[in-house]
């Protein structure tokens, strides 16, 4: 029986050192990832949200949005996107007056303030949800969650009231 090339004996010592270093290298990264997620879940836990609503005129029109978002830590927070199963899109938006004219224009983002709050209210920044879905009507709730820059998300209910928000 002939001897396989040195090369392909096998040398137990050698690779279970190899496989060692390998899952530290694993555990090591698998840590950091979650140490990152635990951070940036603290992140979205400290900021708040209140007096949160839905402004249902119509059930065939869109829907606005509306709370306060506070952020009581030393970093600014950035907004960047919002969903609702509740809503076929569910987009970020301004009121703008711009030469007599009031208009209305989608917002890319939103920077909380450091020890600071953003308030969406009736002209000026809301949420606009588009396509609504049939259960959402005077009295019930639904479920928004906002999205952030580094990737927390922040879910709360939403009171469905009516035009003038009762």
């Known amino acids: 029986m002939k001897r396989p090339p040195r090369s392909q004996r096998s040398q137990p010592a050698g690779r279970v050192a190899k496989l060692l270093r390998f899952q530290a290298f694993i555990m090591v990264g698998a840590l950091a990832a979650a140490a990152s997620v635990v951070a940036?879940?603290?992140a979205a836990a400290r900021l708040t949200l209140s007096n949160q609503w839905m402004r249902l005129i119509l059930p065939s029109r869109p829907v606005a949005g509306y709370f306060i978002l506070t952020n009581p830590t030393a970093a600014?927070?950035?907004l960047v996107g919002a969903a609702s199963p509740s809503c076929g899109m569910l987009m970020l938006h301004q009121s703008l007056h711009e030469s007599g004219q009031e208009r209305m224009a989608m917002a890319e983002n939103i920077v909380v303030p450091a020890h600071g709050a953003v308030t969406f209210a009736p002209g000026g920044y809301h949420l606009m949800c588009t396509s609504p879905s049939k259960g959402m009507r005077k009295g019930s709730?639904?479920?928004?969650?906002?999205?952030?820059?580094?990737?927390t998300t922040l879910t709360a209910n939403f009171p469905v009231r009516g035009a003038t928000g009762h």
Request: hydrophobic share 45%; proline share 6%.
């Open 76 to 78: 600014a927070q950035t």
């Open 40 to 42: 940036a879940q603290a």
């Open 141 to 151: 709730s639904v479920p928004v969650t906002l999205r952030f820059a580094d990737g």
